[in-house]
């Protein structure tokens, strides 16, 4: 491939855009895209496949911006190649209601498969992807149709390399053999402290060789654009191993301050804009000024791309013919639906049936779930026999020159890496055609895994945590493994559902309502020790997030718990029918996100007013105030030692939930009216 004068000036021109929407915006890193422009050109233009009119199509290459900061270097190739970002869009940098926020954030801007800033969680969410790849293709390719054979390609930089997630999910990339992804490392030698000889000297292509990667490295990535698409040609030849190629650039090239932190992180002065402008030979009293015959240029790779998704529409149907289950069940996932008739495989549970742990009641879920929902795609940072996360009969997903599986199969061997698990998951669920990810660790460790699971919630992602060994009651294993403010972190979390079920209708419950929530992760909090069914439960009624467990008439409190706790509560309601003459109402609330979404008219029938209301939860009681009067729970570390013992240390016992309800009830008896949480002034604010 030779390169020529209009190659040259669209990297100028994506370096431009850069520089004026930073500058416009009063804010942003320009210094990223202007050394990067040259490998983006040749990558999107000479290299990857999609269609800028279609963003969702299937089979196109998968592009990551693991430097988010560098966003405008994408914004701007989004926008010259004819994505649904416009010139307005790209001044609108940074401003409310953009398409072009000041991160990627892949539900705002077409054309970004996943949302990137945190340094390192892009790198990990390309591993996701390329695993969804490697799994799809296994799974639907046949014999001269090739339905999916996509790459990705991410952009990392110096920051990325030294987080750990990315070295995590490097380290599983490795050996799971992903020779369908490419990382191209920015080796600009800044970070935002200064060169990167005051903290991080390792040799990072070493690094990644152990990993079991193949390793390259261009040493002029400000001008040797034929180096550059030779190195990366070379990488996808290489389909046993992943591929990194260390890009060797001059942050904000072109630049007074070029190759300095001072380009890093904020707009270029007025003159030092003008000065660049001329240099590359674009009129400096103009901004956002692009020449035709880059836009030219670029749109005939756009119409390539239409020509290739519909030779890949007609290859489809073709496949559909020729394979119709298949190809039925490929266009099903396309269209993001469940298999029909799915939900019948819950299992149902009476107050007759054995107590049961809830982590054993998910193991269930999952082996009657994951014949009849085969996008169900599972894991567990090595804790299988603990997390019980794997279905008899599973197959590994591993290469098949280990031995221990295939690409087919669909349960993941993460090892100890929670962070890159939960980042992983949420490129998987990026990749497209209805995956749905679900791993495992205990509840604890999934704060590890914090940076990850909050993007899936911003990103919208529905992925599953199988989230053992939920509380106190995991026993002997102590302080150091039992979750206390675990739940009210991920609780405080927008759009995530936290559950906690208290038995085995309403674990099913969790993984419907998990699964049909689209756009929703979820967090299934699960016992060691075993729990009863309960009388009243049902899954419907466990739909709703919360219900009334037991109820009584002319109460004088109510008992509300979640998980483990459910059963003692009602327990405690009897003990103090029988040693009091005190009658209690016993309320499961499972999911706070999913009651608090129900009609005001349900939430105060479950909570009504007029009654004093403790909580119960062997967990710290930050954020029970939405919901009760008085808290009952654990706001200290726990213990180590026999789990029944433990609980009977902290009073959670019928016992000790009786002697603090009839203090509820003393207490709040001079109160009148006593208005239901529900019925707060600001729950009134439509």
């Given at each position: 491939m030779t390169y020529g004068e209009v190659d040259q000036k669209a990297i100028n021109s994506i370096r431009i855009l850069a520089i004026d929407a930073t500058s416009k915006a009063n804010s942003g890193h320009p210094g990223a895209p202007m050394g990067m422009a040259p490998v983006a050109h040749v990558l999107f233009n000479n290299i990857m496949k999609f269609n800028p009119k279609n963003p969702d199509w299937l089979n196109r290459d998968r592009f990551v911006l693991s430097n988010g900061h560098g966003c405008m270097l994408q914004y701007a190739l989004l926008h010259l190649f004819g994505y649904d970002l416009t010139i307005d869009d790209l001044k609108a940098f940074r401003t409310i209601g953009s398409k072009t926020p000041g991160h990627p954030?892949?539900?705002?801007?077409?054309?970004v498969e996943v949302t990137t800033g945190p340094l390192g969680q892009g790198f990990a969410n390309a591993v996701g992807i390329a695993m969804g790849e490697a799994h799809l293709k296994a799974t639907f390719n046949k014999p001269d149709f090739p339905l999916v054979d996509n790459y990705t390609y991410v952009f990392f930089g110096d920051g990325c390399a030294q987080e750990g997630v990315a070295a995590e999910a490097a380290s599983l990339a490795g050996h799971l053999q992903l020779g369908n992804l490419i990382a191209i490392y920015d080796d600009n030698h800044i970070s935002i402290d200064g060169d990167t000889n005051c903290s991080f000297t390792e040799d990072v292509l070493k690094r990644f060789e152990s990993y079991g990667w193949h390793t390259q490295w261009v040493k002029d990535g400000d001008n040797d654009l034929e180096g550059i698409q030779k190195a990366i040609e070379i990488a996808k030849s290489v389909t046993d191993k992943p591929s990194v190629i260390k890009l060797t650039t001059t942050i904000g090239f072109g630049s007074k301050l070029e190759g300095t932190h001072g380009v890093h992180g904020n707009p270029l002065k007025g003159d030092d804009a003008a000065a660049v402008k001329s240099k590359f030979g674009f009129d400096p009293s103009k901004s956002f000024d692009v020449p035709q015959e880059v836009y030219e240029l670029y749109k005939e790779k756009a119409k390539a791309g239409e020509s290739l998704e519909s030779q890949w529409n007609a290859l489809f149907e073709k496949y559909q013919q020729e394979y119709p289950k298949e190809g039925a069940e490929l266009a099903r996932r396309l269209k993001g639906e469940l298999p029909e008739g799915w939900e019948k495989a819950l299992p149902t549970y009476s107050p007759s049936d054995p107590a049961i742990a809830s982590r054993k009641l998910s193991e269930t879920v999952l082996s009657k779930l994951a014949p009849v929902v085969p996008e169900l795609i599972g894991g567990s940072a090595d804790l299988t026999g603990s997390n019980l996360t794997r279905w008899k009969d599973a197959v590994d997903f591993q290469p098949p020159s280990t031995g221990l599986g295939d690409y087919s199969g669909r349960y993941i061997r993460y090892g100890v890496r929670e962070h890159a698990m939960g980042a992983i998951m949420n490129g998987l669920s990026a990749y497209g055609a209805n995956i749905i990810p679900y791993s495992g660790t205990f509840l604890n460790f999934v704060s590890y895994a914090a940076g990850a699971v909050r993007l899936s919630a911003l990103s919208h992602v529905r992925n599953i945590w199988v989230a053992t060994h939920d509380s106190i009651g995991l026993g002997e294993d102590g302080p150091t493994h039992q979750p206390i403010e675990t739940l009210a972190h991920f609780r405080a979390l927008p759009n995530c559902q936290v559950w906690r079920p208290a038995d085995g209708n309403e674990t099913s419950a969790a993984y419907y309502i998990a699964l049909t929530s689209k756009e929703t992760p979820a967090i299934i909090a699960l016992s060691r020790q075993n729990l009863p069914q309960l009388e009243g439960s049902t899954?419907?009624?466990?739909?709703?997030?919360?219900?009334?467990?037991?109820?009584?008439?002319?109460?004088?409190?109510?008992?509300?718990?979640?998980?483990?706790?459910?059963?003692?509560?009602?327990d405690a309601a009897k003990y103090l029918q029988e040693k009091h003459g005190v009658?209690?109402?016993?309320?499961?609330?499972?999911?706070?996100?999913?009651?608090?979404?129900?009609?005001?008219?349900?939430?105060?029938?479950?909570?009504?007013?007029?009654i004093p209301i403790l909580s119960i939860e062997v967990m710290t009681t930050l954020g029970w105030e939405k919901y009760s009067?008085?808290?009952?729970?654990?706001n200290r570390f726990g213990a180590s030692g026999p789990y029944k013992e433990v609980y009977e240390k902290f009073e959670f016992t019928p016992q000790g939930i009786a002697k603090r309800a009839i203090a509820t009830i003393d207490f709040w008896k001079e109160v009148s009216p006593i208005r239901s949480p529900i019925n707060r002034a600001f729950n009134q604010i439509v």
């Open positions: 954030e892949a539900h705002d801007t077409p054309g899954i419907e009624k466990a739909a709703k997030g919360g219900y009334v467990t037991l109820e009584n008439e002319n109460a004088q409190v109510t008992l509300i718990s979640t998980g483990s706790e459910v059963a003692i509560a009602i009658t209690a109402r016993v309320v499961s609330l499972p999911c706070w996100e999913v009651f608090d979404s129900q009609p005001k008219e349900y939430r105060l029938s479950v909570l009504p007013d007029g009067h008085e808290q009952f729970g654990l």
